[in-house]
T-cell receptor
Framework: NAGVMQNPRHLVRRRGQEARLRCSPM?????VYWYRQLPEEGLKFMVY????????ESGMPKERFSAEFPKEGPSILRIQQVVRGDSAAYFC??????????????FGEGSWLTVV | KNQVEQSPQSLIILEGKNCTLQ??????????LRWYKQDTGRGPVSLTI?????NTKSNGRYTATLDADTKQSSLHITASQLSDSASYIC????????????FGTGTRLQVTL
């Protein structure tokens, strides 16, 4: 049973380009979460999705960021017109049920975005 | 504002020694508290999960304690190994919020010979 798969692991974009980060949850998991980790900071919640639905996007910046989790295929975190401040590690996590049930959630290895 | 604070920020210990990491939180209402280990350049890996009714939880050489009255938790590592070198992150979940985990900034542990 493969873990949470994220790709690409490392991505370099020039300012103004678009970044697309992909996440395939663990098999059987329908809850997906995206977190961002800035250098020397803790992980910060961005968005929580279930298949085809955004459940909570209160941590997402209002502009340039979007996320989806289609019926088929991986979850995508999309960042348009990237700026240097978007440089961070983006982690995806998944769980079979919501996190406040006390269950373990599983993290991927992260996607490191560098904006030059 | 819900917060999770950890101490110390960093710690260096000799292989074979024990250590204790601290976590204070102000998250309310509280659902559960987790400790994660994060190796450099990797994703966090779960060590323990405790609900408000649990006082202690062990996972091998890792033992977490929780005092819900004082809103404090600790992670004790016994007989440390070089492979324990990592960041240890305390994470708290609110009751009734299916999504938000509040992460501390972690304690960076280095185990040396």
């Amino acid at each position: 049973n493969a873990g949470v798969m994220q790709n690409p692991r490392h991505l370099v974009r020039r300012r103004g380009q678009e970044a697309r980060l992909r996440c395939s949850p663990m098999k059987g998991h329908s809850h997906v979460y995206w977190y961002r980790q800035l250098p020397e900071e803790g992980l910060k919640f961005m968005v929580y999705l279930q298949k085809e639905n955004i459940i909570d996007e209160s941590g997402m910046p209002k502009e340039r960021f979007s996320a989806e989790f289609p019926k088929e295929g991986p979850s995508i975190l999309r960042i348009q017109q990237v700026v240097r401040g978007d440089s961070a590690a983006y982690f995806c996590a998944s769980s079979p049920i919501p996190t406040d049930s006390g269950n373990t959630i599983y993290f991927g290895e992260g996607s490191w975005l560098t904006v030059v | 504002k819900n917060q999770v604070e950890q101490s110390p920020q960093s710690l260096i210990i000799l292989e074979g020694k024990n250590c204790t990491l601290q976590c204070n939180y102000t998250v309310s209402p509280f659902s559960n508290l987790r400790w994660y280990k994060q190796d450099t350049g990797r994703g966090p890996v779960s060590l323990t999960i405790m609900t408000f009714s649990e006082n202690t939880k062990s996972n091998g050489r890792y033992t977490a304690t929780l005092d819900a009255d004082t809103k404090q938790s600790s992670l004790h590592i016994t007989a440390s190994q070089l492979s324990d070198s990592a960041s240890y992150i305390c994470v708290v979940s609110f009751t009734g919020t299916a999504s938000k985990l509040t992460f501390g900034t972690g304690t960076r542990l280095q185990v040396t010979l």
